[in-house]
């Protein structure tokens, strides 16, 4: 059974740093797209940065300059580096799988084609 677990949210002004963390369990990640999602209160879940299958990463354009995907193989653990966090990066912020292959790494980043969720870690930035 595939498990993702999230952690490192928390509160910070704006301008300040964050980093995500999102423990595998149950499945080796560097086969399998994985994938950094967010949901701020009212909105729809969407997309933040990703790796696909073969290993190639892809950061949304309104975070890029921001925002890095990272994994480490041997530890099966996904990160996500957040710099100069603004008050709408306000959210939960989810790490997401699938389980089947996904050929390009921006399927990834759809909220359709994953079928494994963690339970979300919240982050909030204040002005």
């Known amino acids: 059974q595939v498990q993702l677990v999230e952690c490192g949210g928390g509160s910070v002004q704006a301008g300040g740093s964050l980093t995500l963390s999102c423990v595998v369990a149950?499945?080796?990640?560097?086969?399998?797209?994985m994938a950094w999602f967010r949901q701020i209160a009212g909105e729809e879940r969407e997309g933040v940065a990703a790796?696909?299958?073969?290993?190639?990463?892809s950061v949304v354009d309104s975070v890029k300059d921001r925002f890095t995907i990272s994994k480490d193989d041997e530890k099966n653990i996904l990160y996500l580096q957040m710099n100069s966090l603004k008050p709408e990066d306000t959210a939960m912020y989810y790490c997401?799988?699938?389980?089947?292959?996904?050929?390009?790494?921006?399927?990834?980043?759809?909220?359709?084609?994953?079928?494994?969720w963690g339970q979300g870690t919240l982050v909030t930035v204040s002005s």
């Open positions: 997401a799988t699938r389980r089947a292959p996904l050929y390009y790494v921006s399927d990834c980043l759809q909220t359709l084609y994953m079928d494994v």
């Open positions: 149950g499945y080796t990640a560097n086969r399998h797209c």
């Open positions: 790796f696909g299958s073969d290993g190639r990463s």
